[in-house]
């Protein structure tokens, strides 16, 4: 099992590095020059290529990207601002927290109301719970976000005055932005549940169980549940990195102080530098989520760990190819 | 002369076969209410992007300042916005927007992806590596932030919005693809194909690609739902289509500074593309049961 976990953890170390050198690059082709952007538009030739000489800009695409990956990796330095001259680093750091409260809570969310509401569907199959589940689940992955968080704000904030309009100060200002952003999540979820909780309550093991006059409670919780869950892991997986996505979004809606506020800003400013340094952290938070995903379906499916035990996974792949042939 | 003969016989069944086959999805899906009901309004939405320039009351870029920011009546039956145009043309034309980008990236996100997937998946070794990796790395960026960084690179327009979300596409599609090709790719017919000296494209995109066709289909008829919400939340921070295009994420953007006075100004596009969204949903998942009908008992 430790082996499995090594190999996880290096296996992810060149992809975050990539990350890095994908947005580098796209980034560093955006049209636009950074010192024109720092020194506005009146500012002179001379002292726009002053600056480009001072911040490297004149230096060949390799030795900027090699610079920067040096900054990144070893000295933990994401550059400054181009706008206010902070510290990229220090302003993703003490906004971080709140990006991280609304995408853990979208996951959290999706786990407590998300399975349950999927699990009913699939034990009530035909039912008016499965009808009603399943409603629910198509209209909340067929609306946008954003919109939805409009509507919201409308009626609770404005209509209703039940909530604040904007700001996270109080726990009541985090109700709406968490509900809003888990919605999509919770909705694929419970189809996910669902189906995968039908195909397990299909199978030829539960029936057995049913026939040796197991409690029908016994059947679902302990043998149907653990197998069903399975597959729901990788899905969390996936929605973690879209409700990181989401909350940039999210937090514009609701004025939130967090990554995605920080990183819409920089667009409409053109600040690159921020742009690339936000991008590249949420990139990295997510490859690593995906990594405690990978690990954690080690720990509750062997087929997974066996693949990458022994030999290496590609090459069991293909025997296995080979003798399904 | 026997061979021909055969060979006709042999081509008459599999069309035969073959009829009866979309026959019998379409059958399966036909069964399914909630699909036909999904199918029904997908074609109404994209009636309405053929024929908009007929069929909207008023021009879609007419400003009116006298009638601006009027409520629904008799004569704007949705209200006008901030310059007085008509809300319910501007929704109407805008669907050509809306479906045009969701379609649009999708089938740029299939073409490249199926390509990519398709070396991927017949080749193997290093070139498979190769790929994979690329797609390692460019799954690692979550879906929103890619969008809106390639957004950033190539600027805003309808071309380059469809470029930025399209891009995220191909990782998905490339992926599904190889994998189907994996198990594919080492059963007889490859290999009686390899045999009569079938050509290495034909083999890949004739023989081997209509097997694993039916997950791309599902995959991207519910896409497209995804893309179009995605290419709205782009619009919303001021990237991808920007007003005064009525595309539906960036008439929400526009309105949102008037949300306090003028709510419908947001409601109505929210809704269509709420409605377009639902649909392909639907029609999605019926898609999936009638082409995989194990899934469904």
Known sequence: MIRYVIKRILMIIPVVLLVAVAIFTIMHFCPGDPAEIILGVGASADDINNLRDQMGLNDPFFVQLGRYMYQTFIQFDLGESFTNGLSIAGEIATRFSKTLVLALSAIMIQVVVGIPLGMAAATHRGGWLDHLCMVLAIIGISVPAFWIGLQLLLLFAQNLRWLPAYGVDTWQGWVLPIIVNSLRGVAQMARQARSSMLEVIRSDYISTGRAKGLSERKLLFGYALPNALIPLIQTLGMSFGQSLGGTVIIENVFSIPGIGQYMVKAIGNRDYAVIRGTVVILSIAFSLCMLLVDVAFGFVDPRIKAQYTGKGKRRRVRKEAKAHA | ?297
């Open chain 2, 1 to 297: 002369m026997l061979d021909t003969k055969n060979g006709v016989a042999l081509a008459e069944e599999d069309a035969v076969k073959k009829q009866s086959q979309i026959k019998e999805i379409l059958k399966r899906l036909c069964k399914n209410k909630l699909a036909v009901l999904g199918m029904v309004i997908l074609l109404l939405y994209i009636l309405v992007a053929v024929f908009a320039p007929l069929i909207i009351p008023y021009d879609f870029a007419e400003m009116n300042i006298l009638e601006k920011n009027q409520g629904p009546s008799a004569q704007h039956w949705l209200g006008t916005d901030d310059f007085g145009r008509d809300i319910f043309s501007r929704i109407l034309y805008g669907t050509r927007y809306s479906l045009g980008l969701g379609i649009g990236a999708c089938a740029l996100g299939l073409a490249i992806g199926v390509i990519l997937g398709c070396i991927a998946g017949y080749f193997g070794g290093w070139v498979e590596e190769l790929i994979m990796r690329f797609c390692d790395v460019f799954q690692a960026i979550p879906g929103t932030l890619l969008a809106i960084v390639i957004s950033m690179l190539l600027g805003t327009g309808f071309v380059n919005t469809v470029i930025a979300l399209g891009i995220g596409r191909i990782t998905l599609n490339c992926r599904m693809v190889r994998a189907q090709f994996l198990s594919q790719r080492k059963l007889e017919y490859v290999e009686a194909a390899q045999a009569t000296n079938c050509s290495k494209v034909k083999l890949m995109f004739v023989h081997i690609l209509p097997n694993a066709i039916s997950p791309l289909i599902v995959n991207t008829t519910m896409g497209i739902g995804g893309t179009i919400m995605m290419a709205a939340g782009l619009s919303f921070i001021s990237l991808g289509v920007r007003p005064p295009l009525p595309e539906w994420g960036a008439m929400m953007s526009a309105a949102r500074e008037f949300i306090r006075y003028y709510p419908y100004q947001l409601l109505f596009p929210g809704l269509a593309m709420a409605f377009l969204v639902l649909a392909l949903n639907l029609f999605g998942d019926g898609l999936r049961d009638a082409l995989d009908p194990k899934l469904k008992n």
